[in-house]
């Protein structure tokens, strides 16, 4: 038989690890309870795909997950992947904000070995609970030879998502992550992981990032765009000392005349500001929607705000000039 694959599960909390008063509480259930080996013991059929072993690295709900957290996981799962008998590692998460740690990740690991990012949307206790598929799935794809190099990853529903592009799109679902338009990798089916495409933007192995060094990652914060919106925001975020804005703005990252300004304002303070939209797809267009030539801003292409603010703050580690931050913004 063929030698399993070597896989760490590094446990940060979340409903995977959630536990509810009754079989059937599927809200208002307490997140973050159950530690990490009793997640190995409750899917024993794991054993037969990989080996597997555990490691409680947070135990949070992830609405709270921070910069800090961030670089200390990307600190350890390196450590991990540099080890000849490690060939994978799965992350149990949250999924309020499973989407923005995968994304930092798939920037931040030096790496070729598969990185697999694993929640659920029902608490371990729940009649039909998905923890459990999903994390046994999770396992199998961390340890495919065909997950290899293709940056991050997100399996749920027995779907396979790029971090960069998924999202969480719905509140309660179990078909929650998705990626608008440009759909996932591929599927989770019988014992196995079918691809159909891998991302073409920069990632893992090939990005510039190197967090290695790093305890802190610039303030970074975003303002959001709706009708009859003022400049409090912004300049509330520039008197606290961010050294850039993500601007989720309306449509094709469209301005108001009541927030540019204040936004020309933060950028000759020298912080830097990324036009983003909160349509939830779609490019925004340099030069389209506002002059950022002439504003000296940064387009967001196609991501999303709360990915957008990941990738400005690792921008934000290397340079401080717009176009090298813009170049960032069309490889990434
Ligand atoms: N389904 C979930 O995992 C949500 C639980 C919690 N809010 C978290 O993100 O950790």
Known sequence: ADKLPNIRILATGGTIAGSGATSTTTVGYTAATVGVQK????????KTVANV????????????MSNEHWLKLAKRVNELLGQDD??????????????????????????????????SMRPSTAISADGPINLYNAVILAGSP??????VLVSL????????EVSKTNTSTMDTFRSPDLGMLGYMQGNKAYFYRSPSRRHTADAEFDVSKLDRLP?????????????????????????????????NGSLANTVKPALVDARKQGVMVVRASRTGSGIVTRNGEANDDELDFVAADN??????????????????????????????
């Open 146 to 151: 065909d997950a290899r190099g293709r940056g």
């Open 219 to 251: 303030q970074v914060d975003i303002v959001y765009g709706y009708a009859n919106v003022n400049r409090v925001a912004v300049d509330a975020h520039l008197k606290a000392g961010v050294a850039g804005l993500v601007h989720a703005g309306v449509g």
């Open 157 to 164: 529903n027995d779907q396979i998502s790029a971090a960069r």
């Open 53 to 64: 072993s555990g490691e409680q690295v947070f135990q949070i709900a992830s609405e709270n």
């Open 39 to 46: 997640l190995i013991d409750a899917v024993p059929e794991m």
């Open 86 to 119: 490690v060939d994978g590692v799965v992350i149990t998460h949250g999924t309020d904000t499973l989407e923005e740690t995968s994304y930092f990740l798939n920037l931040t690991v030096k790496s070729k070995k598969p990185v697999v990012l694993v929640g």
């Open 303 to 332: 991501l999303s705000p709360q990915k957008a603010r990941i990738l400005l703050m690792l921008a934000l580690t290397k340079t401080r000039d717009s176009r090298e931050v813009q170049r960032m913004f069309r490889e990434y």
